[in-house]
């Protein structure tokens, strides 16, 4: 037997283990949630980088598009290296990464920063999910996967807490150049607890099969950006880099058919759990994202919050998330998994229809419950989804498995934030070039017109510089009718979600005795 499965001493180091790679997770979900914080400041001249709208797109965009166009590769090095020498390597880049950033001296660099950033999140992602599943003993497995899951929700609470902090005493790079000593930390963890864990069989590089993959994903994640950024779905930024990605990946899945050490197997999708899993957590990450894009702006909006406040109700998501994921196991042995994912499908769901009904006199408490709900929903979705992908996938495969469960998380959550985009956009425009704007013809110009139909903020600066207090009313109007219809499309989209866990989900996992066995006979056709 090899040194993967033998000498782990798994009982034992399970949890220490289990606790240096949620740490080096939880990263991930901290750095996102402070660079939200931190938008406002990088956009003043006099304490930040002066960056543009454009700028500061990018500045989260590139980091994303290298992250999900990375993943596949990320995966397949860990198998091929091990998830111990993947993770340090992650890490590392990481925190180098996070350490330029601090220092960047224009937008341009801080945006390169954080696509190097995206590139060592791609390779720490599926090697800490890796690590779990192949040293921790099957009966603490789904415990151990809930408590990774959760690292996501407590990332995102403790990220808005921090970067407020350290905004408040230190200048805009320390919410970067804090990740350094963390990072540092992590690593010395890993060394010293982190078996190493390697494949049966050193796996071989499929270089052309990983560039396809970056190349493929990196083209649809760059057009689903753009078409958030209000590009037309048929211009040249959109459709061209959508359709060559595509090409691309398609390239890449035939490549893979007959490639002797595929990036991304297959035969992963045979399992039927795995295949509706990945298709559930794609759904249930775009609908999160979606949503979240909106609410953050209906509560800087017209309830009228600061981005600290709103950030402090948003936090009650962040728990729900935690909460539902460390439930999840006891509500799965009760319901199975198959039901307890479509009840927390079905309780998203039910909090995106409410948004429709919210205005700018709706409780505070009220709107915090729906997201406590709909983060408890999510915790009881991502738990049980990746026990379910991941208990029918073999060690040696298990980067592979990892990744793909990774990739669906962050090109969902591109996707819901590029459709939520989209329905907001388009339905304000048209529902402010329906309105007559007051003060049209005596205060606002053309432009201040243009400038007030481009989005409910720049209409609310406007009104606040011209003391017209009516426009103000009359954007977020059109901003609680363009919420309304992008909240039911986001709904409409959780069901679909619901409907693909009950009819997806039946089959059960594959039994850990039976892994062996089809082990054995995928040994036997690779020889052959």
Same mark, same amino acid.
């Given at each position: ?428 425009? =048209? ?20 400038? =007030? ?21 009359? =954007? ?53």
């Amino acid at each position: 037997m090899s040194e993967t499965n033998s000498g782990i001493g798994k009982t034992s180091r399970s949890w220490p283990v289990l606790l240096v790679v949620v740490c080096a997770q939880m990263l991930i979900w901290l750095d996102t949630s402070v660079l939200n914080v931190a938008v406002t400041t990088l956009a003043d001249p006099a304490e930040g980088l002066g960056a543009t709208p454009a700028e500061l797109e990018w500045v989260a965009s590139a980091y994303t598009l290298v992250f999900a166009g990375a993943l596949f590769a990320g995966g397949a090095l860990a198998d091929r290296f091990g998830p111990r020498t993947t993770l340090l390597a992650g890490l590392a880049l990481f925190g180098a990464a996070s350490g330029a950033g601090a220092f960047a001296s224009d937008p341009a660099w801080l945006i390169v920063a954080r696509a190097v950033m995206g590139a060592g999140s791609a390779l720490l992602m599926p090697a800490t999910l890796s690590v779990i599943v192949q040293s921790t003993p099957e009966e603490k497995r789904t415990r151990a996967i809930a408590i990774w899951s959760s690292s996501s929700g407590l990332g995102v609470a403790v990220g808005p807490v921090v970067g407020g902090a350290l905004l408040s005493n230190f200048w805009w790079g320390s919410v970067f150049l804090v990740n350094v000593p963390i990072v540092a930390l992590c690593m010395a963890g890993v060394a010293a607890v982190v078996p190493e864990l390697k494949a049966p069989r050193r796996r071989q590089l499929d270089l052309p099969g990983m560039a396809l993959s970056m190349l493929g994903l990196g083209g649809l994640v760059y057009g689903i950006i753009e078409l958030g950024n209000g590009q037309i779905w048929y211009g040249p930024h959109v459709l061209l880099p959508l359709l060559l990605g595509g090409a691309l990946l398609a390239a890449f899945v035939a490549g893979q058919r007959k490639s002797p050490a595929p990036s991304l197997d297959l035969r992963l999708f045979r399992q039927p759990g795995f295949t509706a899993g990945s298709v559930v957590l794609l759904i249930a990450f775009m609908a999160l994202a979606g949503h979240l894009y909106y609410a953050a702006f209906y509560l800087q909006g017209p309830r009228g919050l600061s981005p600290a406040d709103a950030g402090t109700v948003m936090i009650a998501a962040a728990i729900g998330i935690v909460l539902g994921s460390q439930a999840s196991p006891a509500i799965s042995r009760r319901l199975t998994a198959r039901w307890t994912v479509a009840a927390g499908v079905l309780a998203t769901a039910a909090t995106y229809v409410a948004y429709a009904w919210l205005d700018g006199r709706t409780p505070i408490w009220f709107i915090a419950a729906l997201l406590w709900i709909q983060g408890f929903g999510m915790g009881l979705i991502g738990t049980p989804v990746t026990a379910v992908m991941m208990s029918g996938v073999p060690p040696r495969l298990a980067g592979a498995g990892s990744a793909v469960n990774s990739v669906t998380r962050q090109v969902g959550g591109t996707l819901g934030v590029a459709m939520a985009g989209s329905i907001l956009s388009g339905v304000y425009r =048209a529902r402010m070039s329906d309105a007559e704007l007051p003060g049209t013809g005596r205060e606002l110009s053309w432009a201040a017109e243009e400038q =007030a139909r481009t989005s409910a903020e720049a209409a609310r600066s406007l009104a606040g510089s011209l003391r017209l207090p009516e426009l103000a009313a009359t =954007a977020d109007r059109a901003f609680l009718d363009a919420m309304s219809a992008a909240t039911l499309s986001i709904a409409a989209l959780a069901l679909i979600g619901f409907a693909v866990s009950v009819v997806g989900l039946r089959t059960r996992a594959a039994r850990p005795s039976d892994v062996p066995a089809r082990e054995a006979r995928d040994e036997q056709v690779e020889s052959a």
